[in-house]
């Protein structure tokens, strides 16, 4: 308990003061001349409630300046005033710290300085989706500076890289970009992370964060990452001007997938593009069909155990990916996985597997004659991700990465974001109006997010760790050459074994 209450402390102490908007409440205009003791016991029917008040409008007032500035809890409150009444949880999660011998808390300054934010966001929209957010955050905090801090490579395993030993060495950025899931185990989190926990609880995160994301949040007992997101991965873009010439569907299932392929072979077409030079992407790919062969409560399986990787379903899945291969452009190993959408945008490539940042990045390059559909075999199930940002222990600057946290989980932040990211927010208490202010395929994910079977990404570090992604992708990435189906799935079943029994300890 002691840890617990200390950790809430040392939030409310270096989070407080730091707000950029005031939580949930209602401003009040004072009808006459009064004290912040009775209108707490007015408005909360307890007069202990006038530190949270003043707490509140002080904060608020950074926001909106008609909101005044109270200076002490003795100020006279004078008729005519508008102040912030907040709501009861945040204001008994306020009082459940509240410390007289803190008189800071009850002020509203916005930091300065540097906030160093390091991510793998650099291609279209995500680099866009991005500077959204730094966007609101330099509107609540014009003195700080924001230091961009990405490193390219997708699927940050080029990032991972090179922020662990930055860790290591007590040299962080102040916070940076983390896959929901078991990627945070790579970082030794108890050791290099400050958990969340309490910032969750002040936030209220846990009402408006669905429960399979929020599954997926906790490792060890703790919330280590704010999420900015959901993307999904199970995703079939298709050129809809290709598809239209030649009288084509998207396809449900692998047979009709290939005779598409077939189909447009014979007229120079190359049916399905692939980028696999970031050493994810035909991972990526690959963990979409083991869904369809497999299904969800299976293909889950996978990552606990529960399913061995001698099943039929995988060798089905490697054939299957063994025959796409047949049907891919031959450049796909010097190219990105955005350098292979380049084919649909040109109008030389028909589908693409990919997740749906790729809808960010279509938007970005101005390319809009696309469709999409569930990877063949896919339908009904959500092959999920979320994007995280999170707080190491060393960070230099730990008010700003605390503020930009709260930005990061705010509906503000999340709908800039995601609708030039690509994705759908976290949050779930979007109204229609928020809802209408993202395209259709987006509209469409949200409604699939809601009623799908929802399984997570192995490649963007949701369903298993780091040692098993890389043992993952590396055979897969082999298959790109062997195109040895026995052996591959042999590598595949001896990496679980390795990693599972690296879970027990």
């Not at 007590?170 to 990627?183: I, K, V």
């Not at 910032?199 to 209220?204: F, N, Q, T, V, W």
């Not at 409604?447 to 040692?467: C, L, T």
Request: aromatic fraction near 12%; proline fraction near 6%.
């Amino acid at each position: 308990m002691w840890r617990k209450s200390y950790l809430i402390g040392l939030l409310v102490v270096v989070l407080l003061p730091w707000l950029a908007w005031a939580q949930a409440g209602h401003e009040y205009v004072v009808p006459s001349a009064t004290t912040l003791e009775a209108i707490a016991q007015e408005t909360f029917g307890d007069a202990a409630y006038a530190p949270a008040i003043m707490a509140a409008t002080n904060r608020k007032h950074i926001e909106d300046p008609a909101i005044v500035r109270i200076p002490s809890l003795q100020t006279p409150i004078e008729a005519g005033w508008k102040i912030w009444i907040p709501d009861k949880d945040w204001a008994d999660a306020f009082l459940s710290v509240w410390n007289p011998a803190k008189p800071e808390l009850l002020f509203g300054t916005p930091p300065g300085g540097q906030l160093v934010v390091a991510s793998w966001w650099t291609a279209g929209g995500e680099a866009e989706g991005l500077n959204a957010l730094f966007e609101i955050y330099h509107k609540y905090y014009p003195d700080v500076e924001i230091v961009n801090a990405t490193i390219a490579g997708g699927a940050g395993f080029v990032f991972r890289a090179v922020i662990k030993p930055r860790l290591i060495a007590g040299d962080p950025p102040d916070t940076f970009q983390l896959h929901a899931g078991l990627e945070v185990e790579g970082y030794s989190p108890e050791t290099y992370l400050e958990p969340l926990d309490d910032l969750y609880a002040i936030e209220g995160w846990d009402k408006v964060f669905p429960p399979d994301l929020m599954d997926l949040l906790v490792y060890k007992g703790h919330y280590w990452g704010v999420p900015v997101n959901i993307h999904r991965a199970n995703v079939l873009w298709y050129d809809k001007g290709i598809f239209e010439k030649y009288n084509l569907t998207p396809p449900k299932n692998w047979d009709e997938f290939f005779t598409i392929c077939e189909k447009l072979k014979a007229e120079g077409i190359v049916p399905i593009v692939m980028g696999t030079a970031g050493g994810w992407e035909a991972g990526h790919v690959f963990e979409t069909i083991l869904i369809s062969t497999l299904g969800a409560d299976k293909y889950k399986g996978l990552w606990t155990g529960d399913t061995p990787w001698s099943d039929p379903g995988v060798t089905e899945a490697l054939e299957i990916f063994k025959r796409m291969l047949d049907y891919v452009n031959t450049d796909h190993s010097a190219l990105s996985w955005d350098g292979g959408g380049e084919y649909l945008i040109a109008g030389k490539g028909a589908m693409l597997i990919m997740g749906d940042w790729t809808n960010g990045w279509f938007m970005a390059k101005g390319y809009n004659d696309y469709g999409w559909a569930p990877v063949p075999g896919t339908q009904g199930i959500f092959d999920a991700l979320s994007d995280t940002f999170c707080l190491p222990k060393q960070a230099r600057n730990r008010d700003n990465a605390f503020a930009w946290l709260r930005v990061c989980g705010s509906k503000e932040g999340q709908i800039a974001f995601n609708t030039r990211k690509g994705s759908i927010p976290a949050r779930t208490d979007l109204t229609e109006e928020d809802k209408a202010q993202f395209n259709e395929y987006l509209r469409s994910c949200m409604e699939d997010w809601a009623r799908d079977a929802i399984v997570p990404s192995p490649i963007h570090g949701a369903a298993a760790i780091e040692s098993w992604v890389t043992d993952f992708k590396d055979a897969i990435n082999l298959f790109l050459v062997s195109k040895d189906v026995d052996g591959t799935q042999q590598a595949l079943i001896e990496a679980a074994e390795a990693a599972l029994e690296a879970m027990k300890e």
